[in-house]
């Protein structure tokens, strides 16, 4: 058995016709507004990518340089000019301490990265909509969501039901704040039970079935038997020295993902993995755009 | 039996002597703005009683009146105002669809009422401190604090249990954003049972007891099992036309409060309840105070 290899760039290559397409369509130009904290490192690199990006698909990015004496002022000037339209940040920018907080100062209609507690709350909570006729998609944040649409293009199936992965199991190794936790979520959500891994244990997240949003329990699984149950098995962990997730660990026909900037899955998980997605990055940056449009048309709607 | 009756003046009245010492300590006056919208009506009424309270401890009130066109901004130069601690609003104040985003433009670190999406999401996923060595403690909304506060003077008995209200059963009859569905998520995380009653059905509320938080269901069951089931039964209907709720409705010895600006129990309800309280509102002012000293001293140990 051989996997099939999902290449993120050419599936983000559809969205970004699609959006050219669309932002082409508006009235105005629109415009996202990116600040950084530093000149070089990952942060410099992804407001690259994220520059060229939109320039892909006909966004307006403007990049601006900051510190962390200056962003707060600067986030608030961005909320209030009715010309930027979407707001991304790349952290590290402000004092250590002080990063965690400047998320919750992004208008929360221009949060093109949907990080806002706001967003959050509908996520952990699983609203879905905004209003009671389901006219305005709740945003969601953009690595989790950028991984889903990988995972469809995998081959994750999911039924026309109101839980469309009950009955799969997913292991996800990663629970930070900005995507294994939020992934987890959004997958329980949707009805799978998801064992979630990370350096302070095990959780379960139960599905979303019989109650309104998936519930957590911490677990004492541990990666062997979590490997062994999974359907699904995603991972990103930051490191080199993790023990790679090999293919004798996994179930045959498993949907491998990894969304690490590392390798996590050693070479031979392609011979027994279903298919096997080795990067995320360029859909991340593409789900970004997609949700400024998004809330482009949210915020006009409501004019 | 005759119902103890709560007066939250009284109650209010020692948490201010607490807080008008501990005012009295800080290194620099410790302010508060509040936005107000409309000149008359319940908003400036509320205002009115914030001013009253912030004097009454010593905290600095600065009551700015603005309009839909000016609020946003008005929200970030108070955001970037070193001088400005706590930040108040009183809707409405921006336009109709535009006011549910003005809670969000607060900075957290300012937000006295507890109302920010930051704020709530740790309430919701019953995260109790920000840190894990849990020094700072997270702020919760000063309505439903107020009320828990005042349920411990009616006499609900907390364990010291990890779940101090497993066993209880209460009903909330309100499931606003504000005060009802955050009251009910505080109850459940705390080990009770809660039955949620509104215009739009009944959820209840299950115990964090096995899991991280509480979760939510929906259901039917009526407000005639409800009240018969309810240890503690709280309502907060913001209307004069509602069937109050009677003695023969409620347990014996149950505690009951009514949170909403009209009557919602009848005349008899203190003949059968062990306590009674019949308004929250001197209590909401002065936890949002509590929570000003509360932001103040977080945001200064981080500097």
Redesign the interface.
Known sequence: MSALVVDPTAVAQAYRERLRADVADLDEPLRIVGFLGQDDGPAATYARYAAKGCESVGIEFDLRRTDAAGV??AI?DA??DPDVHGIFLYYPIGAP??DR?LR??V???KDVEGM???W??CL??NRRWLDASRMVRAILPCTPLAILKLLGEAGLRRTGAAAPLEGVTACVINRSDIVGRPLSAMLANDGAEVISLDLDGA?VF?PAI????H????SDVDRAAALALSDVVITGVPSPDFELVRAEEIKDGAICVNFSQFRNFAPDVPERAASFVPRVGPMTVTMAMRNALRLYRTVQS?R
Chains 1, 2 share one sequence.
Do not use: I
């Open positions: 707060e002022a608030g909320n209030a301490g002080a907080w919750e100062l208008d929360p209609r806002h507690a706001f959050s709350r952990y909570e959780q139960e019989g109650r309104h949003a519930s957590v329990r911490d409501h």
